[in-house]
């Protein structure tokens, strides 16, 4: 396998959107089914990156790809700009709960990786790793001095990989159970200096 990575483009946007799906566990799914009546999930998750601005634009993501195939994508953004872009009027009053252990866990100045995703039949070879890298040296670059990041406890092989890549957990909140979220237990803040 050779693995590259480059900027994403609009054309990629279905693989951003299955990636937020993906790496959320299912939260993305819990929190955007139905916002608009008889459109599918994933349909409504994409439009969230054709904002050109905003912690979902495309620029805060990077795609990896193998002789042009789309292997995983890695999206992180400055934590301070989270909640400064415009309400988001998909999301109903009543599912702000689910994201309530994320928002009591930040680590502020730090770059924050949202979502990385690699499809199963790619995984196991580098290219979560290799994005993940990517994505710090751009943050070092831009002087940040610390990475961070949210996983479910419960995600074994995730987490394992982020020790690995040296990222300690440094707070822990219960998830909000929901029959879309594929996880329990807790939701980890991991950290990173760079
Ligand atoms: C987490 C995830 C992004 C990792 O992607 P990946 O491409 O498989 O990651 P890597 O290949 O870099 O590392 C994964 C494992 O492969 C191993 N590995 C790394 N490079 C390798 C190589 N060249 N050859 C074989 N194995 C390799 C790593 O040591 C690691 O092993 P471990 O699971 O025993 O710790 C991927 O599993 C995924 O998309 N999961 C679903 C979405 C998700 O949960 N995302 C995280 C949410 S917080």
Redesign the pocket.
């Known amino acids: 396998m050779s693995i590259s990575l480059r900027p994403a483009r609009v054309a990629d946007i279905p693989h951003l959107a299955h990636a937020l799906m ?2 959320s ?1 299912g939260l993305v799914e819990a929190v955007y089914e139905r916002a608009i009546p008889d459109r599918e999930t994933h349909l409504i998750v994409e439009h969230l990156f054709s904002r050109p601005d905003g912690t979902t634009a495309i620029k805060h993501c990077l795609v990896a790809e193998d002789d042009g195939n789309v292997l ?1 994508s890695i999206h992180a953004f400055p934590m301070d700009d989270m909640g400064d872009g415009p309400p988001d009027l998909l999301v109903s009053e009543d599912r702000y709960g689910l994201f309530e252990p994320f928002m009591k866990m930040h680590a502020d100045g730090s770059y924050y990786i949202m ?4 499809y199963p039949d ?9 994005l993940i890298a990517e994505v710090e040296d751009a943050a070092r670059a831009k002087g940040f001095k610390q990475m961070s ?1 949210n ?1 479910f406890a419960e ?1 074994e ?2 987490v ?2 982020y020790r ?1 890549l040296g990222y300690v957990e440094c707070a822990r909140e219960p998830a909000v159970p929901h029959d879309k979220i594929r996880y329990g237990g807790d939701v980890l803040l991991m950290v990173r200096d760079l």
Not at 115 to 118: L, T
């Open positions: 993906e790496a566990g995983g979502a990385v995703s690699v790619a995984q196991g070879h580098g290219t979560g790793s290799r990041l996983v995600n092989g995730a394992r990989l690995s």
